[in-house]
């Protein structure tokens, strides 16, 4: 199961024959942008259409490219992935699919993770990804097994990464799957996944 691949697909449908998958999307890194709690890495910014959005990674790509270009695009590796993943969130953004683009600030970290305790609500929970702040914070909820998992947790880093999808799509049953922090809300409101970001800008 590859959520980004299947992301992709969803917005080329939706937005084929509306002229804007040919506007130029400019892909810089901003150093002073806040940074969700639950990210690591560089804060990649996509500027598309007077929106912004960003997407938190290690491999942070600056270039001009075009919504377009994600049409049959081979998405193999984390610098591509993060780099469609941020293109796909100021997409969502321009269409008014997503409403989460940019981190919150610092002052909403403490009743962002005391509002994800209560959604978790203690059950057994999975990461995709590696992501020592939401492990540290969730602490013995979290198990290794995602087949052992109630809940799924999708972060950046684990959207970004081909082989992390792969083995949790062979180990994905019914669990409830929530994608965490801004840089995987374009993703998952164009999948209609749940999301958790409450404090995430618009």
Do not use: W
């Not at 600030?105 to 992501?131: M, N, T, W």
């Not at 799957?177 to 164009?190: C, D, E, H, K, M």
Request: glycine fraction near 12%.
């Amino acid at each position: 199961m590859d959520f980004l691949n299947e992301a992709v697909a969803v917005l080329l449908d939706r937005i084929a024959g509306s002229g804007c998958e040919e506007g130029v999307v400019t892909l810089v890194v901003d150093s002073s942008a806040p940074q969700c709690q639950f990210e690591r890495g560089a804060v990649m910014v996509a500027q598309f259409g007077g929106k912004s959005a960003e997407f938190s990674t290690f491999d942070p790509i600056r270039a001009k490219t075009r919504i377009s270009f994600l049409s049959g695009a081979v998405l193999d590796d984390p610098r591509r992935r993060g780099a469609a993943a941020v293109v796909i969130n100021v997409a969502a953004g321009f269409f008014c699919i997503s409403r989460r683009l940019r981190a919150c600030g610092r002052d909403s970290h403490l009743p962002c993770c005391a509002g994800l305790k209560e959604v978790v609500a203690g059950a057994p929970v999975h990461i995709i990804g590696d992501c020592p702040a939401l492990s540290g914070f969730l602490g013995g909820q979290c198990t290794p097994d995602a087949a052992s998992a109630s809940t799924v947790l999708v972060t950046a880093d684990g959207l970004a990464d081909p082989e992390a999808l792969a083995l949790i799509g062979e180990n994905l049953g019914s669990q409830r799957i929530i994608f965490v922090g801004p840089s995987t809300a374009g993703v998952a409101a164009l999948l209609t996944r749940e999301t958790y970001c409450p404090y995430g800008k618009g």
